[in-house]
């Protein structure tokens, strides 16, 4: 059973900072792009952030740029996401993926959520000012 959790969500004041993590279960994910995905109520899903299975690379959505970091620990089989100077904007349900196709790198193809096959829960950002 494959599995993806998210956690770290809550309540903060604008200028705070989260730490969300990702942890998967039921399969490696060492070899797949990871991302991240927040939809806010009355929104679309928007994408966050994504990562190469290596780490090696990164993108960023421009609203999240500079304040958030995506990571990766392959022997925890977890993805995290550090989440700076957050601003009441950033509220909305995180969402933890895992792309459908290995070793991806192409931002274009990992902004598309239609391109990822698993989803966690997602987990509560709420940001008060």
């Known amino acids: 059973q494959v599995q993806l959790v998210e956690s770290g969500g809550g309540l903060v004041q604008a200028g705070d900072s989260l730490r969300l993590s990702c942890a998967a279960s039921g399969r490696t994910f060492n070899n797949y792009p990871m991302g991240w995905f927040r939809q806010a109520p009355g929104k679309e899903r928007e994408f966050v952030a994504a990562?190469?299975?290596?780490?090696?690379?990164?993108y960023y959505a421009d609203s999240v740029k500079g304040r958030f970091t995506i990571s990766r620990d392959n022997a925890k089989n977890t993805v995290y996401l550090q989440m700076n100077s957050l601003k009441p904007e950033d509220t909305a349900v995180y969402y933890c993926?895992?792309?459908?196709?290995?070793?991806?790198?192409?931002?274009?193809?990992?902004?598309?959520?239609?391109?990822?096959?698993?989803w966690g829960q997602g987990t509560q950002v709420t940001v008060s000012s």
């Open positions: 993926a895992a792309a459908a196709r290995p070793y991806g790198s192409s931002r274009t193809y990992l902004e598309q959520s239609m391109n990822y096959n698993y």
């Open positions: 990562i190469r299975w290596s780490g090696d690379n990164t």
